[in-house]
């Protein structure tokens, strides 16, 4: 059915969740509706209409700071990310990224088991909620999936950061780039047509991504479970550029980044406050969570600026040294402690040990105590085969605790089989063999995140009831979903 051709009118039913709790994520639209997508005042009618779920929130975790209390005061979440984006039929036949529209599909057996290692957060990394191209709609599909996903999270009593990956102006291939039939012809996946930055060059994309974020905080505010929204993953424009509207940039000096396109839209720095200024028109309680640009390095992360926003956490990418704990199989050269190339020169003439990931984390303690304002490692990882990875995620794991952060691994995957045979470079749950494709009964590896994970005391309150809405048809017209401006709102 579609959207801008029909009303939806939805009936609440509420009923125990004992025994019955997968039929909550299998219903379209099973949680509040409510907002409407476009950020202009007054508001505009909603897409749906319906009632609120109802829930059962122990006194403890209802006040307005429980859900910033989760990043303060210590390390009090540790998990994973999992991982989600568009299927393309035409890129990935009808299998292997499952029936769609988005995956791999994770199932609630997939939430037990990272529950069940003793994890009590997940980072989604997911799509956004609006399209990717003009005019912007809401995509009723990519929001049903990530309802599911929360439901499914809260059964498995975990805390969840939503992370949005693309939404207006932004398509997925920001995270494939250089793998174009163009730039590698040899091995190229898919035509350059595919990329869309076209966000870090338009205003009305910028608007839109705001509106996005403002749509989404007033839909999932009242969930116990949402811990925090982050608001791109990996800001890039210092690589992609506005591609296709410009060429790419590949600047990967934050001075000289800086310097030429310091307050253009290519500056993350005047957008993210933005959005935020949109999620608090509506949210004034669910923490905010801000990478800064080139991916979220380390390095980079002085040179992003806060908001001003007082429940914000900022976060960072962890992957340094990418030549260590990007190792393809057949190309190991380095290992942990070792000798590295860790100035991209080009000689494995570096030592890498404790002291030199210590020292990178430096920067992180540098903004802390600049800005007073609490951070997240929210990726960070290691291909499970390179040498030493055990006792590297041990050494960095334990400096995170020591700093307070919480952290999140990339990543947590499904059990959809033909995903888990070909993408499982981070897969730790297989092992340090790179020709095994399936789980194993343990590794070393396994027992570093385990027993990190196992230092967790918290999880989030599980409802006794919830709320089912069952759809009722109605002809009827919609308009076409399509967010306004931000800026006569925001400036």
Not at 440 to 465: C, F, K, Q, Y
Request: charged content about 20%.
């Amino acid at each position: 059915m579609k959207r801008d051709d029909w009303l939806c009118m939805v009936l609440a039913i509420s009923v125990v969740l004992a025994g019955i709790a997968a039929c909550d994520s299998a219903l379209p639209d099973s949680r509040a509706s409510g907002p409407s997508p476009t950020a202009s005042l007054p508001k505009a009618e909603p897409p749906m209409s319906s009632p609120q779920p109802s829930r059962s929130i122990p006194s403890e975790a209802s006040g307005p700071t429980f859900k910033w209390s989760l990043w303060t005061g210590g390390t009090r979440l540790r998990g994973a990310n999992i991982y989600q984006r568009r299927v393309y039929p035409q890129l990935d036949g009808l299998e292997f990224m499952g029936p769609g529209p988005v995956g791999p599909p994770y199932t609630q057996a997939d939430f037990d088991g990272l529950a069940a290692m003793g994890a009590n957060y997940v980072d989604i990394s997911h799509p956004g909620l609006f399209a990717e191209e003009p005019p912007y709609a809401l995509d009723a599909d990519i929001q049903a999936n990530l309802d599911n996903l929360l439901a499914m999270a809260s059964q498995a009593g975990l805390f969840a950061v939503i992370t949005f990956r693309t939404g207006p102006g932004r398509s997925e291939f920001w995270a494939f780039w250089g793998e174009d039939t163009a730039s590698d012809p040899q091995n190229g996946w898919f035509d350059p047509s595919y990329y869309n930055n076209r966000i870090w060059g338009e205003r009305a994309a910028q608007d839109a991504w705001a509106a996005m974020w403002r749509y989404t905080a007033e839909r999932y505010r009242d969930d116990p479970v949402v811990a925090g929204y982050d608001l791109m993953c990996e800001p890039n424009s210092n690589d992609v550029g506005s591609y296709p509207l410009g060429d790419a940039l590949d600047i990967w000096d934050p001075v000289e980044f800086y310097a030429q396109y310091g307050g253009t839209l290519y500056d993350w720095n005047q957008l993210h406050p933005r959005i935020v200024a949109g999620i608090r028109q509506v949210d004034s309680a669910t923490p905010i969570l801000v990478g800064g640009m080139a991916y979220s390095a380390v390095e980079w992360l002085p040179y992003l600026q806060p908001s001003g926003d007082p429940r914000t956490v900022y976060a960072v990418h962890q992957y340094a040294p990418h030549n260590y704990t990007h190792q393809e199989a057949d190309a190991v050269e380095c290992s942990y402690p070792g000798w590295c190339d860790l100035d991209w020169g080009g000689q494995n003439d570096d030592w890498l040990d404790l002291a030199w990931v210590d020292g990178l984390l430096s920067t992180v303690d540098d903004f802390a105590a600049s800005h007073g304002a609490p951070l997240v490692v929210n990726e960070f990882g290691v291909m499970r085969w390179v040498p030493g990875a055990a006792e590297f995620m041990a050494d960095e794991m334990d400096l995170f605790e020591q700093r307070g952060l919480n952290h999140a691994l990339w990543v947590w995957e499904p059990a959809w089989e033909l995903w888990n045979q070909e993408v499982d470079a981070f897969n730790f749950r297989h092992g340090p063999d790179p020709g095994n494709h399936a789980d194993v009964p343990s590794s070393d590896l396994m027992d570093v995140i385990g027993e990190h994970w196992s230092r967790n005391t918290i999880r989030p309150p599980l409802a006794p009831t919830s709320t089912i809405y069952l759809p009722l048809v109605a002809t009827g017209t919609n308009a076409q979903l399509k967010p306004a401006p931000l800026d006569q709102v925001l400036e």
